[in-house]
């Protein structure tokens, strides 16, 4: 994981040719760039590109570099694994520069989305992926989530991490609850029904788009979540655990092969899998 201070040089008002501007065959390899390679996910991430027969890794950028090195290596798609404060420098600078961009770093708030949007207004033949989780089966869990929740009164989140995570509630917790969320508003099911009048500590958890999550930071956990949906007489609780980061990497492959050949903004992996 970067440090929270990291940085880089102001390197964003760089404009070299667009790298998907070039001709390339469909035998050209898809050529990568790590940046946040020194993290636990880069240094897993490196494997998976290494070992992947259609890519080749180019460059794997840490604190210590610019990031000029990227186009200096004649990438044409960026990995972003950095943490909330530098990713949108690290993919502001991609696009200017014509590069496809996985960005698995959290903190892409809606409005960080608008003005990438905006950005990609301007590129409109780049693609970039938001992914606030590559686990495959993470993603189909929350799809399941989505679709089971307008028909229980009650739902609530349990994400549970390692004490190193630096954000909270987790990425994947509130993609959750924005798709329940969602789902629900557009089946015309009210909020979840709840009492309580007095919270002064937040005992409730925090509320994104009005659904209940809570976080759980605890030494041994790798990465886990529940989705708890309840009416009278039953319980549905749909589980997800990754017991390794090596269980994010055909999401990031499937990420990086996919990226280019769609265009625009896409927010979580599942825009990729084909599911509706």
Do not use: C
């Not at 770093?105 to 409005?111: C, F, I, L, P, Q």
């Not at 990465?223 to 990031?252: C, I, K, W």
């Not at 769609?262 to 990729?272: H, N, S, T």
């Amino acid at each position: 994981m970067f440090d929270p201070v990291f940085s880089f040089h102001n390197t964003t008002g760089t404009k070299l040719e667009r790298m998907s501007e070039q001709t390339t065959t469909s035998q050209d390899p898809i050529r990568v760039a790590i940046v946040g390679a020194t993290g636990k996910m880069g240094t897993y991430a490196i494997d998976a590109v290494n070992a992947a027969a259609d890519m080749e890794l180019v460059a794997t950028l840490s604190s210590k570099n610019e990031l000029t090195d990227i186009t200096e290596t004649a990438a044409t798609h960026v990995l972003d694994l950095t943490v909330p404060q530098v990713s949108p420098q690290v993919v502001q600078f991609a696009v200017n520069n014509g590069l496809h961009t996985v960005i698995g770093t959290s903190g892409w708030t809606e409005d960080k989305r608008a003005v990438l949007e905006d950005q990609l207004a301007q590129a409109p033949e780049i693609g970039v992926l938001i992914a606030p989780n590559f686990s495959i089966g993470s993603v189909l869990a929350t799809r399941f989530a989505a679709q089971a929740a307008p028909y229980f009164d009650s739902v609530e989140i349990i994400e549970m991490h390692h004490p190193n995570k630096v954000d909270a509630p987790s990425g994947t917790a509130v993609r959750t609850a924005e798709m329940i969320a969602a789902a629900r508003q557009r089946a015309g099911v009210g909020p979840s029904p709840d009492a309580t009048q007095h919270d002064p500590d937040h005992a409730r958890g925090a509320s994104v788009d009005g659904i209940n999550v809570h976080a759980v930071r605890l030494a041994g956990l790798e990465a886990h979540q529940e989705v708890l949906m309840g009416t009278p007489g039953q319980q549905l609780v749909l589980r997800h655990d990754a017991f390794d980061r090596a269980s994010y990497m055909p999401g990031v492959l499937l990420g990086l092969r996919t990226v280019a050949t769609r265009p625009g903004l896409a927010y979580g992996l599942d825009a990729y899998m084909d599911l509706d």
